[in-house]
Antibody
Framework: EVQLVDSGGGLVQPGGSLRLSCAAS????????MNWVRQAPGKGLEWISY????????YYADSVKGRFTISRDNAKNSLYLQMNSLRDEDTAVYYC????????????WGQGTLVTVSS | EILMTQSPATLSVSPGERVTLSCRAS??????LAWYQQKPGQAPRLLIY???TRATGVPGRFSGSGSGTEFTLTIGSLQSDDFAVYYC??????????FGQGTKVEIK
């Protein structure tokens, strides 16, 4: 069974940093691209970052470019999101998500981890 | 960036009714369109991909149609478990992958 378990969220002050993790199991992690998608309270879904299976390519949404860094450790079946210079508007539930299917739709999601940026 | 627009924002319906949700793309996405269902406190769940293919385990009352810029998700006979927010998402032209703002299906 495919499982993605998100962790690392919490309360952080504006300007602070936080590192999120996603533990993957039930599929050959090292062969699949991974993503982070977030959802602000009461709002819709926003894709924020993508990384290829070999970490050769990363993409970021404009809203986080230059502040967030996606990475992965294929030996540990883990995905990470390093978030720096956090702003109030980064407050959201963060989901890791992947596409194991035939194309790039998100067929598997983590349960999400809440990041609250507030003083 | 492709903008996805869903309508209406909210639908108030009674159990057993047939429901149609709309999604429009700002430019053609061919059939690279997915629909997700999200209930409070839960992660989104993939319902439909390729505009019309049901994901594994999705009941037959859910159907998707459309191509290019106009898409619909139809729920044939609304069950109590179907009250949720529904999102469309394009994966034709990325990055970024873009979602609609969602349609909330609520009990009338």
């Amino acid at each position: 069974e495919v499982q993605l378990v998100d962790s690392g969220g919490g309360l952080v002050q504006p300007g602070g940093s936080l590192r999120l993790s996603c533990a993957a199991s039930g599929f050959i992690f090292r062969t699949y691209s991974m993503n982070w998608v977030r959802q602000a309270p009461g709002k819709g879904l926003e894709w924020i970052s993508y990384i290829t299976s070999s970490s050769s390519t990363m993409y970021y949404a404009d809203s986080v470019k230059g502040r967030f860094t996606i990475s992965r450790d294929n030996a540990k079946n883990s995905l990470y999101l390093q978030m720096n210079s956090l702003r109030d508007e980064d407050t959201a539930v963060y989901y890791c998500a992947t596409f194991l299917g035939s194309s790039s739709y998100f067929d598997y999601w983590g349960q999400g981890t809440l990041v609250t940026v507030s003083s | 960036e492709i903008l996805m627009t869903q309508s209406p924002a909210t639908l108030s319906v009674s159990p057993g009714e047939r429901v149609t949700l709309s999604c429009r793309a700002s430019q053609s996405v061919s059939s690279d369109l997915a629909w997700y269902q999200q209930k409070p406190g839960q992660a989104p769940r993939l319902l439909i991909y390729g505009a019309s293919t049901r994901a594994t385990g999705v009941p037959g009352r859910f159907s998707g149609s459309g191509s290019g810029t106009e898409f619909t998700l139809t729920i044939g006979s609304l069950q109590s478990d179907d009250f949720a927010v529904y999102y469309c998402q394009q994966y034709n032209n990325w990055p970024p992958w873009t979602f609609g703002q969602g349609t909330k299906v609520e009990i009338k």
